[in-house]
């Protein structure tokens, strides 16, 4: 089977862009739209390469935003055919970033170029987002984008990013909104000495066990209509020398919390705070927000999604908000509309990740419909 979309997702497959390398995915896709008129302007911070592509100066203006790097692929000799080299196999393709997010991002384009072809003129303007450095620290990317098109003073409207958010069908699922992150690295101090006298040494990881009761305990808010409750998960534990005659002077707890708007990153800290110094021990704990909560709430534009997938697919999409995070949380500082809608993920950053070729044709139509419903509704 041959097909645009086809032929330009299996390109991108071909660039090796394991984060923070875009190997030229983002060139490709800057000089293929310039033909219709898209404006780049290329965007290195760190060694991300970022890319902002602007079509029209119109109001509302639509961003299709995405990622071009990948994860790595893992054991070369797990996969049935090279994960660089796409391949087709009854009806799918089956490659590195086939599902995150290259199909997405080909879709972008081809839906741009056949909207483009009848809406010479369209009443609004069109933009892609691209960064390479996604799937890494997130620190040099769609961030650092954000923050520059402030200094333009670009105002976004609507924008869909291209996550891999369907579950077993395509467009089975939107995600309107995500939780917060927080993650937070506690060290509890005691004293080193031997096992033998423990009444000359302190052991931290007997002082840590009831605090790590306490914070399992906590009920931290029901969530809302949106959000499910904030959920506490312990990452890590580390103690000890490695010895098994000698009590660590201290012991490690990494730990994150996915928080609903019910709960502040304030009160998180706080709230742990109290728990550690109720039980009176020497502790560092250093904190880092990954993300805010956000949310899309059902609308106008909301709605025009549901109403493509469905005339598409036949599926009426439900609204989610679980999950990971992603470059929404970023982008949704500067727009309230915000929506991820992409293909199936049951096999992102798996040996031999796959789509289905009917779903990718399948996607373009959606995103097509999408642009349809926003700017000649």
């Known amino acids: 089977m041959s097909s645009k979309v086809l032929n330009l997702t299996k390109n991108l497959i071909r660039c090796r862009s394991v984060t923070p390398d875009d190997v030229n995915c983002q060139k490709l896709i800057a000089d293929r739209l310039h033909k219709r008129g898209f404006l ?141 992150s927080i993650s ?23 002082l840590m066990a009831p605090i790590i009761t306490d914070l399992t305990d906590i009920q931290w808010d029901q969530g809302n209509e949106f959000f499910p409750p904030t959920t506490f998960q312990i990452s890590n534990l580390n103690a000890g020398t490695g010895a098994t005659n000698v009590i660590p002077g201290n012991a490690k707890l990494s730990f994150n919390l996915r928080f609903s708007p019910a709960t502040s990153t304030e009160k998180i800290k706080d709230i742990i705070e109290k728990v550690l110094l109720n039980h009176g021990v020497k502790y560092q704990l250093n904190w880092k927000v990954n993300g805010q909560p956000f949310l899309t709430k059902p609308g106008n534009f909301v709605g025009i999604v549901k109403q493509s997938i469905a005339e598409v697919t036949g599926v009426q999409a439900k609204l989610s908000t679980t999950g990971g995070t992603s470059d929404a949380r970023f982008i949704s500082t500067i727009c309230d509309q915000v929506i991820e809608l992409g293909p199936i993920n049951k096999t992102i950053h798996q040996v031999n990740e796959k789509i289905n070729i009917n779903d990718l044709e399948r996607l373009v139509k959606i995103y097509k419909g999408i642009l349809s419903g926003l700017l000649d509704g």
């Open 40 to 180: 780049a302007t290329h965007l290195r911070f760190g060694g991300v390469d970022n890319l902002w592509l602007k079509r029209g100066n119109k109001t509302p203006l639509i961003v299709f935003a995405g990622h071009t790097d990948v994860v790595p692929p893992g054991p070369i000799h797990e996969w049935t055919s090279d994960p660089f080299e796409p391949t087709e196999k009854n009806g799918e393709l089956t490659g590195r970033g086939a599902a995150d997010m290259k199909s997405s991002i080909a879709a972008f384009v081809i839906a741009v170029e056949e909207f483009l072809e009848s809406n010479a003129n369209p009443e609004g303007s069109i933009a892609l987002l691209l960064t390479s450095d996604e799937e890494g620290p997130a620190i040099d990317g769609t961030v650092k984008v954000v923050e520059w098109l402030k200094t333009k003073g670009e105002v976004i409207d609507f924008c869909v990013v291209g996550e891999p958010t369907s579950s077993d069908k395509l467009g089975d699922t939107i995600k309107n909104g995500r939780r917060g």
């Open 184 to 206: 937070g690295e506690l060290t509890v101090f005691g004293l080193q000495g031997h096992v033998a006298y423990p009444h000359l040494a302190q052991n931290p990881i007997h």
